[in-house]
């Protein structure tokens, strides 16, 4: 499971049984949405579908509003789509599996070891002994890591009532203290100031592709005024290497636990910052990095993905004396 990292790093990480038992909860949770996921990623596709086709569609096209119909559209605009365009219904039957597998978990998520060294055990410093809101924080992975580190204190915050209830079973089976859960959506400004005032480190992982209005949600938490930010995030290919300061959206299904939500929408849209943008902002809003990291993802679906860790602390003012 750990094939990454050597025993001394994966002893640093909570017990096994932890990330078995958070895993199982997590793979009931995934067959109980499956059939609602697999509905969505069709309308997902067949969305996707219709403006691609009006995008490339001349002025004497008929409507193609599903992927059957095209083998109904003339010749000459199938050629057209097919050898211009590259556009034919198979890139979206594919796309739609992409949308609906079934994710299952054996221990903990896949790179998750990864990712727990790179947020929380190379940055000790700004995790022991501190008070920190993990935003977003899903089943609860980093927030328990937290507290293995000895954390003063963490709340742990999602939007979603099934993911803060699998944190609260664990909670339970394993006597967790110094933790507490909170229903929050991130894009509650004013609610996000309140929950980091006072606090030393906040915890962005996992969510800044999943939003919409990244600038807005760093400045209502900046405004607390946190010693330090920590954000772990995907990158998209097409900008993650571009020196300007760019956001690359696109769509998302809500119905994913761990995707953008929307409580009334099956899809929302969603932007991936590159790194640029992310240390731009961070220099705006008066805090600097000092540490960054990038990784490769090597799992079903996601192979090659990008996903960097970046650390920010805040400017202090210092007053010359004379």
Not at 93 to 100: P, R
Request: charged share 20%; net charge negative.
């Amino acid at each position: 499971m750990h094939t990454r990292l050597d025993d001394e790093i994966y002893n640093n990480l909570p017990s096994r049984e932890y990330f078995r038992f958070v895993g199982d909860a997590q793979n009931l949770l995934n067959k109980s949405n499956h059939t609602q996921r697999i509905e969505a990623g069709i309308r997902l596709s067949i969305n996707q579908w219709v403006n691609s086709y009006n995008l490339i569609r001349g002025e004497d096209w008929p409507d193609c509003n599903n992927f059957d119909e095209f083998a109904q559209l003339p010749d000459y605009i199938q050629t057209e789509c097919t050898e211009v365009h590259d556009f034919n219904p198979t890139i979206w039957a594919n796309n739609i599996k992409e949308n609906t597998h079934l994710e299952t978990v054996s221990d903990m998520p896949a790179n998750f070891d990864i990712r727990l060294k790179q947020v929380v055990v190379d940055n000790l410093e700004f995790i022991k002994n501190k008070h920190i809101v993990d935003f977003s924080c899903g089943f609860g992975y980093i927030a328990a890591t937290c507290l293995h580190h000895q954390c003063a204190s963490i709340t742990a915050t999602d939007i979603r009532q099934s993911n803060i209830d699998i944190v609260n079973q664990s909670i339970t089976k394993f006597g967790l203290t110094n933790i507490t859960t909170k229903i929050a959506d991130i894009h509650n400004y004013e609610y996000n100031t309140e929950l980091c005032t006072g606090v030393d480190t906040v915890l962005l992982c996992g969510i800044m592709y999943h939003i919409h209005d990244h600038y807005a949600i760093l400045e209502s938490i900046a405004k607390a005024g946190p010693e330090c930010i920590i954000i772990e995030t995907g990158e998209n290919v097409n900008i993650e290497d571009i020196p300007l300061p760019l956001v690359h959206f696109e769509s998302e299904l809500t119905i994913d636990a761990v995707n953008g939500w929307d409580q009334d929408k099956d899809i929302v849209l969603v932007g991936y910052p590159n790194t640029t943008w992310f240390d731009l902002s961070a220099t705006l809003l008066g805090y600097t990095k000092i540490k960054s990291t990038r990784n490769k993802l090597y799992f079903v679906g996601r192979e090659g993905e990008t996903r960097s860790t970046h650390v920010f602390v805040k400017k202090h003012q210092f007053t010359l004396l004379l």
